[in-house]
């Protein structure tokens, strides 16, 4: 996924149509990419093509339009699943990592898992990747544990050795922290864990639009993956499973698409994925999707995270010099996510003083609530970097906490 050449950033960050306007009578400084990416001219342009000239449902009909609707949805999954280095019938699509990681809970975990099984999650998960679980528990009987970090937000890889037992039928833990920005050395837990048959389930919401992932080489069992983190729209994503897990697992959903035939004494179920995705999907925003994937494929993924690197570099340089001010993660090699805290400023009120000056972060607990509670803390403010950010920006940011500083001091 390398570029040819060095992009242009100032000329990639004019796609994005929104990063143009102001907020409050200042120019936008958007830092939320954690939340949700802004999308680039030619998503939105893919979209509005497929309503304008090719809108009609998927696999349901033989006429013109319904044949162009189901090859731009099924076309817009086969770039996405090379995206990702997977064959397309292994990728199941979705409306987000929420659905994705449920559909494990419900499909596969709760069939198989039992009082005295265990799942493994980590600190630093997100919500989405803690309440499907605790859900599957309550049901089975089985229980949560769970692995500790070390005094950087990195994961301590001792305590997961340890605690990576017999007991555990499933390790379930996210790729990058949205908190953090810690990157879990993937590969190197995934063998750890097939060393003791365990199987594993990646959250790779926050690691898919920022660095070049190459599914069959981390050794998981499921990979699950946001579209609106990256460039797409909203309510999309995908879920990538081992082709044995699919084909074991019953549907999670039932209703059309889903089926070969159905009968009142019984249904059969269609080949994975589309065993997996009933009813009409969100065919417009996949498509979109697709667009967003090779929107990236185009500029490079090692390019892209060599970009966040250099501007994670400048703002940690910068924010650090703020008197008063504490980063929360430190790890080596940590994704472009800042998450801080400054003395005497509560972090939904810095946010909202620096959203009066156009800058947009995060405040809150990031539906992290455990990882809030490890560092003692109820809310931190973020701020998320993605490629089209830019140094001056960087330095705005710097500029509105210490203008904000002085006003609550």
Known sequence: MKAASSPD????????????REVHGKPLVYLDSANTSQKPQQVIAAMDDF???????????????????????EGARRRLAAFVNVPADELILTSGTTFGINLVAY????????????????????????????????????????????????????????????EV???????VSNVLGTVNPVAE??????????????????????????????????????????????GTGGLWARRQHLREMPPFLGGGEMIREVRFEGTTFNDPPHKFEAGTPNIAGVVGLGAAADYLSAIGMAEVEARERALLAVATQ????????????????????????????????????LDLEGIAVRSGHHCAHPLMAHFGVPATCRASLAFYNTEAEVEKLALGIEKVRKLLL
């Open 9 to 20: 950033w100032s000329r990639l960050r004019a796609d994005f149509p929104v990063l143009s």
């Open 318 to 353: 910068r924010l650090s010099a703020i008197e008063g001010l504490r980063i929360l993660g430190t790890a080596p090699g940590k994704a472009a996510v800042i998450s801080f805290l400054v003395d005497g400023a509560h972090a939904h009120d810095l946010a909202t003083l």
């Open 169 to 175: 039928k499933l390790l379930a833990f996210t790729h």
């Open 51 to 73: 309503y304008r000239e090719h809108n009609a449902n998927v696999s349901r009909a033989v006429h013109a339009l319904g044949s162009e609707a189901t090859e731009a949805y």
């Open 189 to 234: 837990i995934c063998r750890l864990a097939r060393k003791q048959g365990v199987v594993t389930l990646v959250d790779g919401s926050q690691a898919l639009p920022h660095r070049a992932v190459d599914i069959p080489l981390l050794g998981c069992d499921f990979y699950a993956f946001t579209g609106h983190k990256m460039l797409g729209p909203t």
């Open 107 to 166: 499909s596969w975990a709760l069939p198989r898992l039992k009082t005295g099984d265990v799942i493994l999650l980590t600190r630093m998960e997100h919500h989405a990747n803690i309440v499907p679980w605790q859900l599957v528990c309550e049901r089975t009987g089985a229980s949560l544990r769970v692995v500790e970090l070390a005094p950087d937000g990195s994961l301590d890889m001792d305590d997961l050795r340890a605690k990576l037992t017999g």
